[in-house]
Every structure is written in C-alpha cells, then in structure tokens.
C-alpha cells in the first residue's frame, strides 16, 4: 500500500490566505501595515534566493518587506547596530538575519540583540526558553509548520510515539518540545543513538531532520506511521543532473507509512508561511490588538 501524501505546498497556500486577510485586518485595526525585516550579509547565491522568496511572499500577504543586503566584510558591530535601528523602528514587527552568517561573524551574539518580540525566527534564547517553560512566545518556523502538518493529518497527537531524529537548535529541539506539549511521547534520537532503526520502528510520528539524504528506510517505519521528512539535500541524481531529496528514502518509505511529506513540496514551502504567520503575530501583539493566535 502506497502512503498518502502530505501536500506541505498545498497547506502553506491555504495559511498564506488566511495570514493575507489577517493582513488586511491589521491594517484596517493599526493604520498601518505589519513589517518584516530581512538582514542579509554577504552573497551566498542559497540565501539570496530564500531572501528574495522571504520577500515576495511577504508583499504577498499584504505585509511591508524591508530588506537590507551588507556586505560579507561588514563587521559585526556594524551588523549589530543594524539589528540594534531595526529594534527601534516601529513600522518593524519582525526581524530576520539570514543564516548562515559569513566567517567570523558571531551567529548567537548577533540573534541575541535582537529584540525577543520581534525575533519571529524564534532563535533567540528567550524564545527558546519561553518554549521550554510554556510561555508565550516565538517558535521556530520549520517545526512549527511540522506541527501544523501532524495536526492536520492526525487531529489530537495525544498518546501518540514520535521519533524526532535530530537535535539541533531550530528543528529537533523545539519540534521535541512541541510534540510534548501536544501530549505526544517524543523519544530525541541522533547520531549516537542505538538502534536507531528500532527506535524509529516504535514511532507513530516520524520526524527526519538529520541533513543526511534518505537514511530512513522503509524497514525502519511501523507500518500506518505519519513521516515528516524536514531534509533538503542536493545530490547527484542518474541524469547527471543534481536533485532535491529528504532524509527519508521516500520509494521505500512510502511503502510502508501511513502518510509522508514529499521533498520537495512538503515541509518546505511551511518555512516561509509560518515565518509570515509568525510577523503577522508579532504585529497584533505589538499594537494590543486582540488575535486568536491559534486560529493561525
Ligand atoms: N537560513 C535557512 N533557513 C533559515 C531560517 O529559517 N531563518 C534564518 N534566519 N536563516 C535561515
């Protein structure tokens, strides 16, 4: 039997509707349009392409997009005092440096003068905590669109087993996080868990955020598991050409789970609309203006 597929492209279309009216809400409420501010340094040809998406999306939904391009050379007091006006600028809600930063450019001492309000990345420390002790606060997109895609597809995780196999800052940590306070058992595996295999075989929910391309295997799965693949990987495909795959291998994988996002066009294209959502978010909060956070 054949997996269904989780249309992430799908769902973050329906999201970037409802943020675009949401958008139009707030500003008919505020008097103005809420703000997303891009920081990116150097010319990464990756990160110019995910700016630029960052930036038309953001107009798409009806939201002002401010984009400021420095130099790979600039320093980081330069870089800081950007983030430092951009933390004063009112018509800012949120605030994002792209990652990763060029050589000698301290990653964490740059997030952590942004604001935490406005931080809709949701990587500074503040946030991080403000997750792990349950108050409000901002989550990191990619697990955030993971959980919004689990939701959809299963309604209540509670009881569930999830095998979040990865453990970095933005993914693997605050997706664990979520999952429990969803009421899932989350089991962290990672490059040095036993028996990975096994340990995956248990889950109900698999999520695959390891960056090594299609290392889960169908033997791997319990048969009706929900997979979410969060890898993008470029390898060289048989046409010489080179090609997009996830974590998961998906020929294998889809064979044997109940549900699986596709790579590309499942977690994916969710980064950049909870990203939007997240802005949006931090626009109501900023001007007191009531939102059912949830419903977004
Ligand atoms: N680089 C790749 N993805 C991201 C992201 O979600 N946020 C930031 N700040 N940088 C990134």
């Not at 949120?94 to 809709?120: C, F, N, R, Y």
């Not at 294998?252 to 109940?258: D, F, I, L």
């Not at 699986?260 to 001007?287: C, F, H, K």
């Amino acid at each position: 039997m054949s997996a269904a597929l989780i249309d992430g492209k799908a769902f973050a279309e329906g999201l970037r509707q409802k943020i675009a009216k949401f958008a139009d809400e707030f500003e008919a409420k505020a008097g103005r349009k809420a703000g997303l501010a891009v920081v990116l340094v150097g010319e990464d040809p990756a990160s110019q392409v995910y700016v630029r998406s960052k930036g038309k999306a953001t107009t798409a939904a009806g939201m002002n997009s401010f984009e400021y391009k420095m130099p790979a050379d600039a320093s980081e007091a330069d870089l800081i005092a950007k983030v430092e006006e951009l933390n004063a600028d009112p018509a800012v809600d949120g605030i994002l440096v792209q990652l990763p930063l060029p050589k000698g450019l301290d990653e964490q001492a740059v997030i952590s003068t942004i604001d935490p309000d406005k931080d809709v990345d949701g990587f500074h420390i503040i946030n991080a905590g403000r997750l792990s002790v349950g108050q409000k606060g901002f989550v990191p997109c990619t697990p955030l669109g993971c959980l919004m895609l689990l939701k959809d597809r299963l309604g209540d995780l509670s009881g569930k087993d999830a095998v979040v196999i990865g453990r970095s800052n933005i993914v693997g940590k605050p997706m664990a996080q979520l999952l429990t306070d969803a009421n899932a058992t989350v089991t962290i595996a990672h490059s040095r868990t036993a028996n990975l295999p096994e340990v995956v075989k248990r889950a109900d929910i698999v999520v695959a955020a390891v960056g090594r391309p299609e290392m889960v295997k169908g033997d791997w799965i319990k048969p009706g598991a929900t997979v979410i693949d969060v890898g993008i990987n470029r390898v060289d495909g048989e046409d010489g050409k080179t090609k997009l795959v996830g974590d998961v291998d998906f020929d294998s994988a889809r064979e044997v789970a109940g549900a699986i996002t596709p790579v590309p066009g499942g977690v994916g294209p969710m980064t950049i609309a909870v990203l939007l959502r997240n802005a949006l978010v931090s626009a109501y909060r900023r001007e007191n203006i009531a939102l059912d956070e949830d419903a977004l």
